[in-house]
């Protein structure tokens, strides 16, 4: 199964994932760099502090040096001294001069300040002359890192959060864009617009949820047929209750009038059989329509059926010619003997129906593709190319031309179509060449798949 949806929220999670872990772990170094450096005024002020040290000092007015730095330790509630260096290697050890030039009691006022060391660093200003330096732990006023507390809140806990909303809102309206779509059309379908449909609002969408969306469509088209059908079923079954349900009426009407009762019954009786044809026809029909099943209990011989049949339609068409070309056995597997048997007499009796008397009637069975050809033609008008599908639904006749016996309601071939359905196989009609019709049926060896 094509899990494309599963996949593409795991690729948008982990991407997610990993670039907010890479723009979290940025932005705190970025932003913890920013802030281990001394603001550039109070910089300024150290390195104003150790001029100023430097200019007693160089004036060679201790007392005055001394004053300054005991104000200045006050002001600054910090320490300070201005001390000298001298380098003395030892066991004829020889001092680099790159270390001799970068030498430092302290830290130069322009490197980083470790903001997680409680205590704060002795900064360092050195005279021109290189051996003397003003020293000064950095005041407390001058340290930088204020806001790091609410920073790393901030970063390490809002950003985060506001970055997965985001991320959860996105994957919120991917997921939910569809569903809306489906529970919009299943309402306006439950309200009776059953023509809508939601796979083409989707557009190129491929996923699970497509899926879902072609399945409501294909229920929705189906449902759709069958309220249509069952409309159309209701409708023209009221219209042919109308005339047997009429002759009824007027034969009571005359038994009411006339002493002849005898005709009359046999007229009633007559039409209520035609009535109550209709009626199972009608419910057989509909079933097959509704519940769609696969008829496939059976193991029998389609030769053995199909004579059985012929040995029936030459009693009851005794002026007609049957002319059956079977093969010895045609053995059928898990397919419905009953079903199949009424479907192929309907169809050879609407041969027979419609076939002048004194001409021929045609039944040949081979084998074809896994499965067998059931072939009956007959001699009689043919049907105009336009009706030859139309032929199979129901209440469906022609013209006075093609029409039936007053005991035929148009449903014969309808329920043949469906119940070769039920079993696996099909029909379809065509007019031969040489005048007539002939009805195609395809059934498998081993019944519907």
Known sequence: MNRRLLWKLCATIAVGTVALFSLLNYLMEHTETSMSHIDRKHRQT???YGAEAERLYNAGDEAALARWLAELQRREQTWAAVLHSHLEPVANSVINQRFQDGFRLGRSVDWMIHLYFTENPIMEV???SGHTHFLIQLPQRMRPGGYQPHTRVLLQLALPLLLLVLLSL???RHLMQPLRQLEKATRRFSEGEHRVRVRASLGKRNDELARLAETFDHMAARTEGLIQSQRHLIADLSHELRTPLTRIEMAVDRAEQTADVTTVLTRIRRDGALMRQLAEDTLTLAWLENERPRLNGDDFDLTDLLDSLLDDARFEFPHHRIRASLPD??????????ALGQAIENVLRNALDHTPPGHEVAITLANQDSGYCLTIDDQGPGVPG???DRIFQPFFRLDAARRSETSSFGLGLALARRQ??????????SNRLGGGLRMCILLPQQGPE
């Open 420 to 429: 070769l359905e039920a079993a696996g196989g099909r029909i379809t009609a």
């Open 126 to 128: 050195t005279f021109a």
């Open 386 to 388: 336009e009706h030859l």
């Open 329 to 338: 056995d045609a053995p059928l597997g898990n397919s419905s003997q009953r």
């Open 170 to 172: 996105v994957l919120y």
């Open 46 to 48: 150290l390195l104003d």
